[in-house]
């Protein structure tokens, strides 16, 4: 189905070229000499790589055949990571290229949401927080309270986060996927 330049929205997907992106950016301007137009921050679904593109005002572009799935992490195997459908039970394995960055905030049963165009899964995208498990940090020294002072530490998907100097090693964590930052400590 095609979409005209006034329906863009930030998330509407569209393909350019062959290939599915998102838009994560969009402005109509409208110069006082010439047609109006329409400046856009296209991201590729399959490769992650972002793009400007300028749309001439009225300009219809197709909307990309992309459907989202809920689904589980299952495991590593060798260098595929596996997910299982939650309602069909299908297996899907993705390699390390294609799930990128995300690995590291991946860990068994975790429910994530998979891309799929055209009926072939491109994509994963992590929920926007997890909570995991500290596996090494330097203990904080005591009386050190310095406000703002942060220590590295490792957690159980083998991801290094910056985490105040009170938290200790084997506490869990709550981190921000989307920056890698620390958020909070959970009970």
């Known amino acids: 189905m095609a979409v ?5 929205r930030n998330g509407l997907k569209i393909e350019l070229d062959g290939e ?6 969009f402005q109509h301007v409208k110069p006082g000499k010439g047609g109006a137009f329409v400046r856009t ?12 593109r300028t749309f001439r005002s009225g300009e219809r572009v197709d909307e990309a055949d992309v459907e989202d799935k809920r689904m589980q992490y299952l495991y590593l195997d060798g260098d595929q990571l596996v997910f ?4 069909s039970f299908d297996q899907i394995p993705f390699t390390r290229e294609q799930v990128g ?23 994963i995208e992590l929920p926007p927080f997890v909570e995991v498990k ?20 490792t957690v159980e ?8 100097l009170f938290v200790k090693e084997g506490e869990m964590i709550r981190v921000d996927t989307r920056s890698g930052e620390y958020v909070e400590r959970v009970g």
Request: a positive charge.
């Open 157 to 164: 998907t083998g991801a290094v986060v910056q985490v105040p």
């Open 4 to 8: 005209d330049t006034s329906k863009f």
């Open 101 to 123: 960055d995300c690995i590291q905030y991946l860990k068994e049963n975790l429910e994530v949401d998979v891309l799929f165009w055209r009926g072939k899964p491109i994509n």
């Open 20 to 25: 599915p992106f998102t838009i994560t950016y």
């Open 84 to 87: 299982m459908d939650q309602e």
């Open 134 to 153: 500290i596996t090494r940090c330097e203990p904080g020294i005591k009386g050190d309270t310095a406000s703002g002072s942060t220590k590295p530490a």
């Open 41 to 52: 921050k296209v991201r590729n679904l399959r490769t992650g790589r972002v793009l400007d």
